[in-house]
């Protein structure tokens, strides 16, 4: 059972470009969170989705950051005209209900460097 | 609104000893989860143990052991016989049950740096 799938796992961009990070859920989880880790501190919860739904965006940026969880595929979290403090770590986790246990699983994180 | 303190910045153990890493939160829910995670130098985020709020016994996972006071809100990590493959910083994390479908979001503590040593 391959775990959260996280691509890319490094990324370069110069400000004013756009990012787009995605993650592949765990097999048989619906439930998909983004966090951000800044450099030298914890995670900080960004985005809660299930399935074509956001269930909670309470930690994301009002401005210029998205995320989607579509039907097909892997969601996507997109930060449009990227500036130098959106370089942080990226990651996804994934989870399901499934007998009374509903822990996260994270993926390896999308390294994003702001040029 | 949980937050999640940890007051330990750095520790440091030699190999085979055991430490205990702190951790305590705040909270007005009564039914909740709490977990440590490691994040090693690779930066993956591995998860450690977990611990159900309703259960009063203390959850174990081979040399890693928790003591969760829920009165004074304390949940700390004890590692026996520390081993090089844990140096790595560890974080506290709660989240908030709900009771059908689940899914919440983590709250992390700011971590606590670990470093094994010979």
């Known amino acids: ?115 | 609104a949980q937050t999640v303190t940890q007051s330990q910045p750095e520790m440091s153990v030699q190999e085979a000893e055991t430490v205990t890493l702190s951790c305590t939160y705040d909270t007005s829910e009564s039914n909740y989860y709490l977990f440590w995670y490691k994040q090693p130098p690779s930066r993956q985020m591995i998860l450690v143990i977990r611990q159900e709020a309703y259960k009063q016994q203390n959850a174990t996972e081979n040399r890693f052991s928790v003591n969760f006071q829920k009165a004074a809100k304390s949940f700390s990590l004890k590692i026996s016989d520390s081993q090089l493959g844990d140096t790595a910083m560890y974080f506290c994390a709660f989240m908030k049950l709900k009771l059908t479908g689940g899914g919440n979001k983590l709250t992390f503590g700011t971590g606590t740096q670990l470093k094994v040593e010979l």
């Open chain 1, 1 to 115: 059972n391959a775990g959260v799938m996280q691509n890319p796992r490094h990324l370069v961009r110069r400000r004013g470009q756009e990012a787009r990070l995605r993650c592949s859920p765990m097999k048989g989880h619906s439930h998909v969170y983004w966090y951000r880790q800044l450099p030298e501190e914890g995670l900080k919860f960004m985005v809660y989705l299930q399935k074509e739904n956001i269930i909670d965006e309470s930690g994301m940026p009002k401005e210029r950051f998205s995320a989607e969880f579509p039907k097909e595929g892997p969601s996507i979290l997109r930060i449009q005209q990227v500036v130098r403090g959106d370089s942080a770590a990226y990651f996804c986790a994934s989870s399901e209900m499934i007998a009374g246990e509903d822990t996260q699983y994270f993926g390896p994180g999308t390294r994003l460097t702001v040029l």
